[in-house]
């Protein structure tokens, strides 16, 4: 089975400061990995993915996150954050066969401050 | 293209009583996924359905149930409501099962038990 662990509950920042999110994964076989976002009041929508490939991932926004197998992480990364970014960001795993569902983290509060 | 469609948006029950939320997927997908979400346990996966079978099925009393229509939509009912079901019930729907394909959320409903 899959695990997921956000790190941080909540990431306070200041506008235009750079911010990462933390996101370490547990699996017994190689997986696909995910960021998505909640704004409030609204459901779900993908950041971005990794499949395969290049460990660097560009995703929506300015967002990019990079997979790193050895430590099992998938950090999310913004280099000048902005009061829009506020929201919800949620990590998410599944093994790169069969159809098993997502499993997602608790999810990180990031609040932009002005 | 319309999106996620789920109603009701909030919906106030009482213990006891039972409850059937409705989600319409984005035309053309077949996999419609539920999870609820709560502050303390983030997302958790309730089922999935595709071609009006369920798939999977996550670790929830035999009090949750769902099912899905030819059309895609699909319903899921809540009986004999608990305190602890209060939450938002997230729908997602994709075009097919693999896994590296984006879940397309709804906005939720809303559901508050007293």
């Known amino acids: 089975a899959q695990s997921v662990t956000q790190l941080d509950s909540q990431v306070p920042v200041f506008e235009e400061a750079p911010v990462e999110l933390r996101c370490n994964y547990s699996s017994s076989v190689s997986v696909y990995l995910f960021w998505y976002v909640q704004y409030p009041n609204q459901g779900l929508q993908l950041l971005l993915k990794y499949l395969s490939g290049s460990t660097l991932v560009k995703g929506i926004n300015g967002f990019e996150a990079e997979f790193n197998k050895s430590q099992t992480s998938f950090h999310l990364r913004k280099p000048s954050v902005h009061i829009s970014d506020t929201a919800e960001y949620f990590c998410a795993v599944s093994p790169n066969s069969g159809n098993t569902p997502l499993v997602f983290g608790k999810g990180t509060r990031l609040s932009v401050i002005a | 293209k319309a999106g996620v469609t789920q109603t009701p948006r909030y919906l106030i029950k009482t213990r006891g009583q039972q409850v059937t939320l409705s989600c319409s997927p984005i035309s053309g997908h077949r996999s419609v996924s539920w999870y609820q979400q709560t502050p303390g346990q983030g997302l958790q996966f309730l089922f999935e359905?595709?071609?009006?079978?369920?798939?999977n099925k996550g670790n929830f009393p035999g009090r949750f149930s769902g099912r899905q229509f030819s059309n895609s939509r699909s319903e899921m009912n809540v009986s004999t409501l608990e305190l602890g079901d209060s939450a938002l019930y997230l729908c997602a729907s994709s075009l097919n099962r693999g896994r590296t394909g984006e879940l397309f959320f709804g906005e939720g409903s809303r559901l508050t038990v007293l």
């Open positions: 359905y595709f071609s009006e079978t369920q798939r």
